[in-house]
T-cell receptor, first 112, second 112 residues
Framework: GENVEQHPSTLSVQEGDSAVIKCTYSDSASNYFPWYKQELGKRPQLIIDIRSNVGEKKDQRIAVTLNKTAKHFSLHITETQPEDSAVYFCAAYSGNTGKLIFGQGTTLQVKP | GAVVSQHPSRVICKSGTSVKIECRSLDFQATTMFWYRQFPKQSLMLMATSNEGSKATYEQGVEKDKFLINHASLTLSTLTVTSAHPEDSSFYIC????????FGQGTRLTVV
């Protein structure tokens, strides 16, 4: 079935450093890749997304890259701030199944 | 963006009782909604796809007789956890039928 692998499971960086989270997906029909930030006890919030016809997308300090051939996509956060600390989830959406499959999550800690 | 409202946000019930969770799309019609379950420090696991006017589609390993889903209108889907047990305690969250999943606030279910 569909599967999304996310690494690392935990990531600790100093304030101002960059953070990178990587995901791989198995369903070649996946065509949309959102990233979510979830704070404790709250719903996931969409922070950035990318579609399969684009290789890279940037929004201020956040960027996402996609390699369809390798079925990899990554989240890059630059100039990290303590308020970036949260759990981040990648996901892959298949137009064939209509399902959004999530990665296992990465707990990001930004130390002041 | 689209608004999805979920109710209740928290519920505590006794073992053996049933609990109903509502998911409403407030500003759009959702022919499909998705129900997820999230255990502490884990990812969102898709439980079932709720289809307006037809039977829900359950993911492998999810008991359809235990987790009853009703999608009677284009704006409302309900999940009923029947004969709840402590192991059903979890964070349940719905989303509407967009690739850009808009999540409800989630429901923290505690079965005592």
């Amino acid at each position: 079935g569909e599967n999304v692998e996310q690494h690392p499971s935990t990531l600790s960086v100093q304030e101002g450093d960059s953070a990178v989270i990587k995901c791989t997906y198995s369903d070649s029909a996946s065509n949309y890749f959102p990233w979510y930030k979830q704070e404790l006890g709250k719903r996931p919030q969409l922070i950035i997304d990318i579609r399969s016809n684009v290789g890279e997308k940037k929004d201020q300090r956040i960027a996402v890259t996609l390699n369809k051939t390798a079925k990899h996509f990554s989240l890059h956060i630059t100039e990290t701030q303590p308020e970036d600390s949260a759990v981040y989830f990648c996901a892959a959406y298949s137009g064939n199944t209509g399902k959004l499959i999530f990665g296992q999550g990465t707990t990001l800690q930004v130390k002041p | 963006g689209a608004v999805v409202s979920q109710h209740p946000s928290r519920v505590i019930c006794k073992s053996g009782t049933s609990v109903k969770i509502e998911c409403r799309s407030l500003d759009f019609q959702a022919t499909t909604m998705f129900w997820y379950r999230q255990f502490p420090k884990q990812s969102l696991m898709l439980m079932a796809t709720s289809n307006e006017g037809s039977k829900a589609t359950y993911e492998q390993g999810v008991e359809k007789d235990k987790f009853l889903i009703n999608h009677a209108s284009l704006t409302l889907s309900t999940l009923t956890v029947t004969s709840a047990h402590p192991e059903d305690s979890s964070f349940y969250i719905c989303s509407a039928d967009r690739a850009e999943a808009f999540f409800g606030q989630g429901t923290r279910l505690t079965v005592v």
